[in-house]
């Protein structure tokens, strides 16, 4: 059995800036002094006309304290055109969303993490529809999903177990029951732009056993934000793929 590949640590090089910044008593006197300065003996100014320059060294303003990013950078939580650009992933042609249509909440993004989970756990919101993986230092990243309608969702606390990349899709006996006309792929649907479970699936055991849940993908963008599936955690494909490259095997699941 594969194991899920073990994506890179984000980078933490940046992100917004606090700006409530408190000048020192120094800096603030050396201010008071520059300007006796300016009016007494006069100063430089650019040669465009421009505001007066004053030569002051450093040691005289003294300094800003530098600040903690609130929140990490991450080359791969970018701006919604490139995240949700068409792509070519296992020679399949996955086609690029209409981001401007989906609520920005529901977009991947980085966030403060208010799960009070452990790192590289996986948490499923289902009020909210949205799905965490906390991080090191504080963050998550989030992702819109879709989720189960009423009477068919699941909730608790289990694992990955492993993962398919465009995997076969095959619907169960009672499913089958329900829409007599998936009877063609009960010995499974292969994987494709059309399978149910798009680019990715996750398989959620507890305690050992296959709850039968999965966390995928699905080309289905426009159901991100809804209860319509029949029970599982669907992402947008471009969405599966990224969170897939993140997660490795054993990773905690988390769905409340």
Known sequence: MRELPQGPTPPRNGGAIDTDLHLSRRAVLSGAGALAL???AGCSTSGDGGMPVLDLDNTVTGSVPQMRPAISVDKNITGADVMYAALTDNGFNVPEVPYLKIKPEF????????????????VVHLKERMLYLVQPGGDAIRYGVGIGKDGFRWSGRANIQYGREWPTWTPPPEMI?????LVKWQGGQPGGLTNPLGARA??????????GYRIHGSPEWWSIGQAMSSGCVRLINQDIIDLYSRVSKKNPVVVM
């Open 202 to 211: 996750l398989y959620i055991y507890q305690d050992g056993k296959d709850t």
């Open 107 to 122: 977009r991947r993004q980085i966030v403060v993490d208010t799960t009070g989970e452990a790192p590289g756990t996986i």
């Open 38 to 40: 300016l009016s007494a």
């Open 177 to 181: 029951q329900r829409k007599p006309e």
